[in-house]
């Protein structure tokens, strides 16, 4: 058993934000592969499914990103899993618009949604940093992660989660540098 958790905030008005990109992984992985409708389950909404022969749980914490951490630990406790069965997908400032990469453990580098889940769980998770790109000036920080994304980064976007869905399996795997290939490939086309 995994837990795949995408970071993000509830509601509406929050839905096309850079900093939801986590839950919109979740749900176009949970879309192409079948996964069971989301139900209310450890502080947030939890899907279930397998990939291939790995039975996962995509949970979407309910609780505002500053609170991540609490949906992610009552699920791990439930399931007596260990940090490193967890996987966040996350924003990621310091990548380019687009760009996914994988790494185990690591800093918070000021995520929000990172230092909270860090502080329930511990550091030893993985993290797939799906790249928002940086605004260029630190006050320009907040409006552009809290901002939605424009209507020309939509097609990008849709590419990009895409390639994240088809290539899920390999994360599943445990074959990072297998998925961050195949996802830049399919970028590539």
Do not use: C
Not at 33 to 52: D, N, V
Not at 75 to 96: G, N, S
Not at 141 to 154: A, F, R, S
């Amino acid at each position: 058993m995994q837990i795949w958790v995408g970071l993000g905030n509830p509601g509406a008005e929050y839905a096309m934000h850079r900093h939801n990109v986590g839950f919109m992984a979740l749900d176009t992985v949970a879309d192409v592969h079948g996964f069971e409708p989301p139900k209310r389950r450890f502080q947030g909404w939890a899907m279930e499914g397998r990939l291939g022969s790995e039975k996962l749980l995509l949970l979407k914490p309910a609780t505002f990103m500053n609170k991540s951490g609490q949906a992610v630990g009552e699920a791990m406790r439930f399931f007596k899993l260990e940090p490193e069965a967890v996987t966040v997908f996350h924003d990621e400032l310091d990548l380019a618009p687009f760009k996914v990469k994988v790494k185990r453990g690591g800093g918070t580098a000021g995520h929000n949604g990172l230092r909270s889940t860090e502080q329930h769980i511990g550091p030893e998770f993985r993290r797939v940093r799906i790249g928002i790109g940086h605004p260029g000036n630190k006050d320009r920080v907040t409006g552009h992660v809290l901002g939605n994304y424009h209507k020309t980064e939509l097609d990008d976007l849709t590419d990009m989660l895409g390639a994240i869905a088809a290539e899920a399996a390999w994360l599943a795997k445990d074959d990072d540098a297998r998925f961050m290939n195949d996802v830049a490939l399919r970028l590539q086309e």
